[in-house]
């Protein structure tokens, strides 16, 4: 009798064990993209910033070369952008439940190599085409296509 009285009480404390892991997993995917994405906003706004100041005094390696000034616009849209995008993810991930690793490491990655590839391919680039870290761009384009597909589909499930 006292054996059936202890096993309950040791599965009750199992599950609550558990449970107290998958909530402190939430938490800290949640929280490490929301971490990235304020940083990522702050730190491509920053960017914004330098572009209109070097649009202000009139700077001629910027205003001169067209394609660097449209890949450093697409770099600073498409960073601050994806700092957006994680922080919606962090809170649906909190919301809806955990995300899988995969998906919030493709989410992370891809929103830091896409504006990384327009911003590198602007600084170096032949006359007329961008740079080669432009194939770093359409890699974070998929990755976070996938994130976003992987997060969709946590939310329907729930």
């Known amino acids: 009798m006292a054996k059936g009285q202890k096993e309950p009480?040791?599965?009750?404390?199992?599950?609550?064990?558990?449970?107290?892991?998958?909530?402190a997993s939430v938490a800290s995917g949640a929280s490490r993209l929301a971490a990235q994405g304020w940083v990522g906003i702050a730190l491509w706004?920053?960017?914004?910033?330098?572009l209109e100041g070097l649009i202000a005094y009139r700077?001629?390696?910027?205003?001169q070369d067209t394609q660097r000034r449209e890949?450093?616009?697409l770099a600073h849209a498409h960073g601050t952008l994806f700092?957006?995008?994680?922080?919606?993810?962090?809170?649906?991930?909190?919301?809806?439940?955990?995300l899988p690793r995969a998906a919030e490491l493709a989410?992370?990655?891809g929103t830091v190599l896409m504006p990384l590839g327009?911003?590198?391919?602007?600084?170096?680039?032949?006359?007329?085409?961008?740079?080669?870290?432009?194939?770093?761009?359409?890699?974070?384009?998929l990755l976070v296509i996938f994130g976003a597909v992987?997060?969709?589909?946590?939310?329907?499930e729930k």
């Open 118 to 141: 327009f911003l590198l391919a602007g600084m170096w680039h032949p006359e007329g085409d961008p740079g080669w870290a432009i194939v770093l761009a359409p890699l974070g384009a």
């Open 71 to 73: 890949l450093f616009r």
């Open 107 to 109: 989410l992370r990655i």
């Open 83 to 98: 700092g957006v995008l994680l922080l919606l993810a962090a809170w649906c991930s909190d919301r809806f439940g955990i």
């Open 45 to 50: 706004m920053t960017l914004g910033l330098l």
């Open 59 to 63: 700077a001629p390696a910027y205003l």
């Open 9 to 23: 009480a040791r599965a009750e404390t199992t599950s609550a064990s558990q449970s107290n892991e998958l909530t």
């Open 150 to 156: 992987a997060l969709a589909l946590r939310v329907r």
